[in-house]
């Protein structure tokens, strides 16, 4: 009986010691089986891209689903904040004057300076989270109307009065403006009066857009001739408007914003967020949103053929001819700007 | 002990109401009395009356909050003087086109409110059907601002919730005797007389729900306000969507949605006192 079953055990062992090492390999990639990563983050093209370069083959790897929650950054921000102390999403996708405020008030993870994640990415760009994407507030404006790219000053001229258009505020494009309006009137958004009191000289405007079908198709009439919007989607969606036309202003130059990723604190699956992230913020991933988005990339290993390279903010000298506004203020004078803008810009 | 067996048997189901329904509801009225702190997005420790401090010392609050209720005062009006006739055909037609206008009116409420305001966009907009109807013809050479105006959200809400005006007077009116009406006519009463005197008297109940219902949609509606009147028309609304989803000043936004609340409750006690007032005196008559 004991030799048999030393014999058995014997052969278990060894057959274990063959197995082990082959079993392992799945095993691992097998770990995050039946785990779930819910990813916050807005819909269309960056939905398309994220599923086919970074959810497709996460989900490969890691045998993990990744739940994709689509919609605005004020509906995630309401989630991870009502969820602080018990998150439910793991990654969210937040606006440049969102993320500083979330990691202050805890909600997402502080960057890690070590992490190749990090140190891939421009010098200076992650505030508050890591930098996704690079794009600039400059002016689309109607070519049959603005002879030549126009400068921020050219808004103000009398012969375009009343056809301005403007995107709905809050938003970035909203602060972009009041930033610029208060340098061309000597200052900064440190003084909202002088801002408010600028971007009001534009007054009657013309159209307050909230999806850019609606912008261009005004422009294409003729009945807008400026609007200060944001590259990127921008420059993709003109390749169907001919007569439409993206300046970056040179003084001040284009307004950078930013779109960030954010781990958020205490997430229920940390590693396959991290995964995800790298992925995410990878070279394969941030060449498809340069190429295809006119997202410029953080990534200083992105290398873009010089047609995409032309529209896309990618070089450092770029990088640094941008007007960076000082946000984490803009953030804190959040509501009361909304009121002025009500009141002063919409005449409520 | 057998009268109260019923009861328990509800018992669950009404804890389960309890939970799932009020307690958002109690959460709001908490979170109303709360503030962010200084640069933060969390809520700060402690109760304060300060939203409502705000609410008040705001005109722009005390503006949108008149604004509301003209625009959904007149919606009610116009949904009553354009349903009234549709109410009518509709009880007293038979057969096939009854149904058929029952069924039409029927679209709006099973759509939502956001298709039919996308589709107003484009009847409606600059470069919508009616501005280019209009500049084919001549009439005009630049187009016509409908929408971002009082007018355009007016007609957004009338078309939205002219369902919850239509149905109640139906009701009403298809359950008045129709021997009242040919009395009245047999006794010399014209058909405008047949109207004031007879049929209106005796749709009121029908009336005073139809406008309760439209009057609490409109004042709390946000979807028509926000695409028709392109963020250049206030409401209530719209404000507490700014607030809540844009500023993320959720316990001011709470603070807004209080007060819609109270409105609302408001307006049910009214209609509810209306109502007994009317029964009273036709029973003294």
């Not at chain 2, 149904?99 to 939502?112: I, K, N, Q, R, T």
Request: glycine share 8%; with cysteine.
């Amino acid at each position: 009986m004991r030799d048999t079953l030393s014999r058995r055990a014997i052969a278990a062992a060894l057959a274990a010691s063959i197995a082990l090492p082959a079993m392992m390999a799945p095993a691992f990639a097998q770990d995050f089986k039946g785990k779930t990563l819910v990813v916050g983050v807005w819909g269309g093209d960056i939905e398309r891209l994220l599923r086919q370069n970074v959810v497709g083959p996460l989900e490969a790897e890691t045998g993990a689903k990744v739940e994709l929650v689509l919609g605005g950054t004020g509906d995630r921000l309401a989630r991870i904040y009502a969820e602080k102390a018990n998150p439910t999403m793991d990654i969210a996708f937040l606006n440049i004057y969102e993320a500083p405020q979330a990691l202050k008030d805890g909600v997402v993870e502080a960057p890690d300076p070590k992490s190749p994640l990090y140190t891939e990415i421009w010098d200076g760009m992650n505030n508050g989270c890591y930098a996704m994407s690079l794009v600039g507030l400059g002016i689309a404006y109607n070519k049959k109307l603005v002879s030549s790219p126009p400068e921020w000053a050219d808004m103000w001229k009398p012969e375009y009065k009343g056809k301005i258009a403007v995107a709905s505020y809050p938003g970035s494009e909203g602060d972009g403006l009041l930033g610029v309006a208060a340098r061309l009137s000597g200052k900064d958004e440190h003084d909202a009066d002088a801002a408010f009191a600028k971007v009001s000289e534009l007054k009657p405007i013309a159209l307050t857009y909230t999806n850019l079908d609606e912008a261009f198709a005004m422009m294409d009439a003729g009945e807008v001739a400026m609007a200060p919007m944001i590259s990127g989607y921008v420059l993709a969606a003109l390749k169907q408007h001919p007569d439409i036309g993206f300046s970056f202003p040179k003084n001040p130059g284009p307004v950078l914003v930013r779109d960030m990723l954010c781990l958020v604190k205490n997430s229920p699956n940390p590693e396959l967020a991290k995964k995800f992230a790298e992925l995410a913020l990878g070279v394969k991933n941030q060449t498809d949103y340069a190429e295809q988005l006119y997202f410029g990339p953080t990534n200083k290993n992105v290398k873009l053929p010089e047609s995409v390279s032309a529209d896309v903010i990618d070089t450092p000298e770029e990088v640094s001819s941008l007007l960076q506004l000082d946000w984490p203020y803009v953030i804190t004078q959040r509501s009361d700007w909304t009121q002025r803008w009500n009141k002063d810009v919409l005449g409520q | 002990m057998r009268s109260s067996t019923p009861l328990l048997f509800l018992l669950p189901a009404v804890a389960l109401s309890a939970v799932v329904f009020l307690a958002p509801f109690a959460w709001l009225i908490y979170a109303s009395f709360k503030t962010q702190g200084a640069g933060s997005l969390l809520m700060a420790d402690g109760l304060t009356v300060k939203n409502y401090a705000r609410l008040v010392a705001d005109s722009y609050f005390a503006a949108a909050f008149v604004r509301t209720i003209g625009l959904s005062a007149l919606t009610t009006l116009l949904t009553l003087v354009v349903g009234l006739p549709v109410a009518r055909l509709i009880a007293t037609g038979s057969g096939r086109a009854k149904g058929l206008l029952l069924a039409l009116m029927l679209v709006p409420l099973v759509c939502g409110a956001l298709l039919p305001s996308l589709g107003m966009i484009h009847l409606l907009g600059p470069l919508g059907v009616v501005n280019g109807t209009l500049k084919l013809l001549g009439l005009t050479t630049s187009s016509i601002k409908f929408l971002g105006t009082t007018g355009g959200v007016v007609l957004g809400l009338v078309q939205a919730f002219l369902p919850l005006m239509v149905l109640p007077l139906v009701n009403t009116l298809s359950r008045l005797p129709r021997d009242v009406e040919h009395a009245a006519s047999s006794l010399g009463a014209s058909p405008l007389r047949v109207w004031r005197r007879v049929i209106l008297p005796l749709a009121m109940p029908g009336i005073v729900a139809g406008a309760v219902l439209v009057f609490s949609a409109a004042f709390t509606a946000f979807v028509t306000p926000q695409v028709l009147g392109q963020g250049k028309i206030a409401t209530f609304g719209t404000v507490a969507y700014q607030q809540a989803a844009l500023v993320l000043d959720w316990p001011f936004a709470s603070t807004l949605a209080v007060v819609v609340l109270v409105a609302i409750g408001l307006a049910l006690i009214l209609s509810a006192q209306f109502d007994r007032l009317l029964r009273r005196r036709r029973l003294a008559a």
